[in-house]
Structures are given as C-alpha cells and as structure tokens.
T-cell receptor, first 114, second 118 residues
Framework: ELKVEQNPLFLSMQEGKNYTIYCNYSTTSDRLYWYRQDPGKSLESLFVLLSNGAVKQEGRLMASLDTKARLSTLHITAAVHDLSATYFCAVDLNYGGSQGNLIFGKGTKLSVKP | NAGVTQTPKFQVLKTGQSMTLQCAQDMNHEYMSWYRQDPGMGLRLIHYSVGAGITDQGEVPNGYNVSRSTTEDFPLRLLSAAPSQTSVYFC?????????????????FGQGTRLTVV
C-alpha cells in the first residue's frame, strides 16, 4: 500500500525567510507532483517530477526528487505573503505506466506573515 | 477551453437520498478520477477510469458507484447518502502514459462539489 507523508503539516513563516517542505512515500514510483490549493479553490499544478534527481524551479519555489530515498522536497526562498496556501505532494499509484490515480499527502498549510 | 467541469458546485442532501455528481472534460484525456477532500485528510481516491467502459476502485470506494460510457464524462453516484459522505468532491483527468514510458501525466482538477448530507 502506497503511503505519502508530508511534513510539516502546518508552517508559519515570516516574509523573507527560507523553508523546506518534505514529502516521503513508501513504495517505488516514477512520478511525483506538487499542487497548490487556495482556500475554497481547486488544485493548481505546480511541478511534475519524472526522474531521479529532477529539479524544477518556478519563482520562489523549487522542487526536487530523490527516487532512491523516496523523498521530494519543496523549497521556499524568501517567502512572500502571496505564497500562503496549502501545498500537496502526490505520487502516482502505478509504477512504469500511469493510470491517472494519485495518492496525496495530507498537505502543508503555509502561512506567510509580514 | 473549459477543461474539467463539475456540476453542481454545492448540494445539500438528506440522509438516504441518492444523487449523481457530474464531471465532464474536453481535453480528450483517457484517465479520469474522483477524489474526496476532508479537513486534515488530504485528497483520497474514490474511483478511477482508464478509458470508456473501464473503471476501478480507489482508496475509499464504499457508498459510491461510477461508470464511464464516453471519454468525456465520468459521473459519480451516491447510492444512499450518509453524513459521513459530507465532503468536497474533486474530479480530475489526465493524459494516458504507455507502459514503460515515463511521461507527464499531471492531473487537471475541476472546481469541486461541496456536498453536505444532513
């Protein structure tokens, strides 16, 4: 059974600070996704990580994947208030050929304060 | 391009009633899925489909039925609503990926249906 664990679940940051969100998963997978969700809204795709060592960056967010350690990180650089949201990692249930079914972590609720 | 469209956006049901949540996508995606989101639980997979006529169960399938008669539509049926089914429901669709080929299969999500069962 594939399990996905995120930590921390709650993160309160000051503007300008750096922090990392961790996503561990329990079995082999070759696809990992990061999503953002604002309150009352749907999920917005941030990053798609498809191979060991993959690193993607968009603005103040950078995601990486270590398939051997079964670990992905989402690093926040110089946080700003607009980054306040809940961030989910999700792992594809099928290895070697996706069937579009994902297992999600419980999410990290990020609050950036001035 | 509408993407993934869910209807209704809000619904209140009485215990024991049945209803169907609608989901349609116009991206010609083969894969479609239903998730429910509860506070502190993340999203949990209810049912998924890899193409018309093919469905399978996810993590929490009990109390829900699905069918996939066309590529575009993937309705979710609640047979006899219970308060435990109060949740936000998301439908998602994604591209297919041939076996052995690692491709971008990110899921695109609808806006969600907020269901309350009283």
């Amino acid at each position: 059974e594939l399990k996905v664990e995120q930590n921390p679940l709650f993160l309160s940051m000051q503007e300008g600070k750096n922090y990392t969100i961790y996503c561990n998963y329990s079995t082999t997978s070759d696809r990992l996704y990061w999503y953002r969700q604002d309150p009352g809204k749907s999920l917005e795709s941030l990053f798609v990580l498809l191979s060991n060592g993959a690193v993607k960056q968009e603005g103040r967010l950078m995601a990486s994947l270590d398939t051997k350690a079964r670990l992905s990180t989402l690093h926040i650089t110089a946080a700003v208030h607009d980054l306040s949201a809940t961030y989910f990692c999700a792992v594809d249930l099928n290895y070697g050929g996706s069937q579009g079914n994902l297992i999600f972590g419980k999410g990290t609720k990020l609050s950036v304060k001035p | 391009n509408a993407g993934v469209t869910q209807t209704p956006k809000f619904q209140v049901l009485k215990t024991g009633q049945s209803m169907t949540l609608q989901c349609a996508q116009d991206m010609n995606h083969e894969y479609m899925s239903w998730y429910r989101q509860d506070p502190g639980m993340g999203l949990r997979l209810i049912h998924y489909s890899v193409g018309a006529g093919i469905t399978d169960q996810g993590e929490v399938p009990n109390g829900y039925n699905v069918s996939r008669s066309t590529t575009e539509d993937f309705p979710l049926r609640l047979l006899s609503a219970a308060p435990s089914q109060t949740s936000v429901y998301f439908c998602a669709s994604s591209y297919s990926s041939p076996g052995g080929v690692v491709m971008n299969t990110e899921a695109f999500f609808g806006q969600g249906t907020r269901l309350t069962v009283v």
